[in-house]
């Protein structure tokens, strides 16, 4: 088995037209959404990927923190895509996550809107997509994905419970760079089918655990309790309040809890 991550190990035999044909990698970085973000701004090429072996200030959404230790996938991903396609992205990492996961360990991931993949009911990556919008036009989006992978969860107190890691769930490593690979590629599948007008939205929709479960939403010091009754196309959660309203919750705005956890 693989067990750590190189360039060439990324690279070498990668079956990829423009994801990840420049690989940049870091033992140890603060964040690679931020890196690849200045790589962006200095107009890194399109699929352009900064990659690292842990990270030590890694981002979750809303200011909080992402656990990357040794053993952790924290890859980041350039893209130029038109604004009409910056809510689809969310459904290209997470497809391409719970494939490539599916791929190399035979485990069958589920979704958690809005950016969570689970492997039972535990969070095993999550995803951060961040973008440059100036007027109509996207100046570029960054892809930032984590998975915990070979590394005890249990080992690390500030990761919460609730989270999982492929080789918890296996009682074996996986390889890392195989993995990194082939996310790449499931990636560049996704990515490439949305690029030529093809929806990613059922099937993400489809394998979203949330759907008709009740949920707790919390934004900005309110929340928000009832039925989340259907995913919109552009990624947000139509929400049945117990009146019997909608609420349309736009992903990335909010954290959404199932009642039980
Ligand atoms: C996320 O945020 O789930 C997005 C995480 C994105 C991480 C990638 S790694 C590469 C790139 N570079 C970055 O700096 N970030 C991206 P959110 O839904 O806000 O979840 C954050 C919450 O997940 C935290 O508040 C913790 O409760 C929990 N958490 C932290 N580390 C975890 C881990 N390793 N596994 C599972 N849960 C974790």
């Known amino acids: 088995m693989e067990a750590s991550l190189s360039p060439e190990a990324i690279t070498q035999d990668l079956e990829t037209r423009?994801?990840?044909?420049?690989?940049?990698?870091?033992?140890?970085?603060?964040?690679?959404?931020?890196?690849?973000?200045?790589e962006a701004r200095r107009g890194a090429e399109e699929g352009t990927v900064v990659i690292a072996g842990e990270q030590t200030v890694g981002r979750g959404r809303l200011r909080r923190s992402w656990l990357s230790p040794n053993g952790s996938i924290a890859l980041s991903l350039v893209l130029y895509p038109a604004v009409a396609q910056l809510p689809s992205l969310i459904m290209v990492a997470s497809l391409a996550v719970a494939r490539s996961i599916e791929a190399v360990t035979g485990l069958k991931p589920r979704l958690k809107w809005p950016n969570d993949v689970l492997v039972g009911d535990r969070k095993v990556s999550?995803?951060?997509?961040?973008?440059?919008?100036?007027?109509?036009?996207?100046?570029?989006?960054?892809?930032?994905?984590?998975?915990?992978?070979n590394f005890r969860v249990a080992d690390f107190p500030e990761i919460p419970?609730?989270?999982?890691?492929?080789?918890?769930?296996?009682?074996s490593g996986v390889s890392l760079p195989g993995l990194a690979r082939r996310l790449l590629v499931e990636?560049?599948?996704?990515?490439?089918?949305?690029?030529?007008?093809?929806s990613l939205y059922e099937e993400w929709r489809d394998s979203l655990v949330t759907l008709g479960k009740e949920v707790r939403v919390e934004s900005g010091g309110a929340t928000q309790v009832g039925i989340a009754q259907s995913v919109a196309r552009d990624g947000s959660l139509l929400l049945r309040r117990p009146d019997g309203s909608l609420s349309r919750i736009v992903a990335g705005e909010v954290t959404l809890r199932h009642q039980t956890e």
């Open 187 to 198: 990636l560049e599948g996704c990515y490439l089918a949305l690029l030529a007008g093809a």
């Open 126 to 149: 999550g995803i951060l997509v961040e973008s440059e919008v100036r007027g109509s036009s996207v100046d570029y989006a960054v892809i930032g994905i984590g998975v915990n992978v």
């Open 18 to 38: 423009f994801i990840g044909r420049r690989v940049i990698y870091y033992p140890s970085v603060t964040s690679t959404n931020e890196l690849a973000k200045e």
């Open 161 to 171: 419970p609730t989270a999982t890691s492929l080789s918890d769930e296996l009682g």
